[in-house]
């Protein structure tokens, strides 16, 4: 599999490419959202993971970009931030396309968002697991480092 991560923050860059790699994956490093899309004229990736806030390009105008793009309309998509403020959250716009993770998350919480944006829409579990903060019951102020939304559809 291979893997496109964005960021701009070089040592959260390097720890999850580390953890990527760990996994078996093919990692594609870029700093900002314009740098990825110039590197997307190569092969495909199979998962774009990208920081939502960056200079140059941000992660919400290049997924915008990128959708636009022929082949890469339905490309999954996982925004990291250390932000989870309503705008950030509204990021996600098709949870069944794109996920969203608070940075500093345990790195167990970016490889479950790996292996669901990667598993076929019909092999996907269509109920949110026990316990499962969604997107619909995140409370705002709850400061908790994990954010998931799996859809329930």
Request: charged share 30%.
């Amino acid at each position: 599999m291979t893997i496109l991560l964005v960021d701009d923050e070089p040592d959260y860059r390097m720890l999850v490419r580390t953890v990527l790699m760990e996994r078996g994956c093919d990692v594609i490093l870029a700093e900002n959202g314009q740098e990825a899309l110039d590197k997307l004229k190569g092969p495909s990736p199979d998962l774009v993971i990208t920081d939502i806030y960056m200079p140059v390009m941000d992660g919400l105008r290049m997924s915008r970009t990128l959708r636009g793009m022929p082949g890469f309309e339905k490309m999954p998509i996982l925004f990291l931030s250390g932000y989870d403020d309503q705008h950030t959250l509204d990021a996600v716009k098709d949870p069944r396309y794109e996920g969203f993770l608070r940075k500093g998350a345990p790195m167990e919480e970016l490889v479950k968002w790996i292996d669901y944006l990667t598993t076929p829409l019909e092999k996907r579990p269509r109920l949110v697991s026990k316990g499962t903060t969604t997107r619909t019951n995140l409370r705002l102020n709850d400061r908790s480092r994990t954010f998931t939304n799996f859809p329930t559809m």
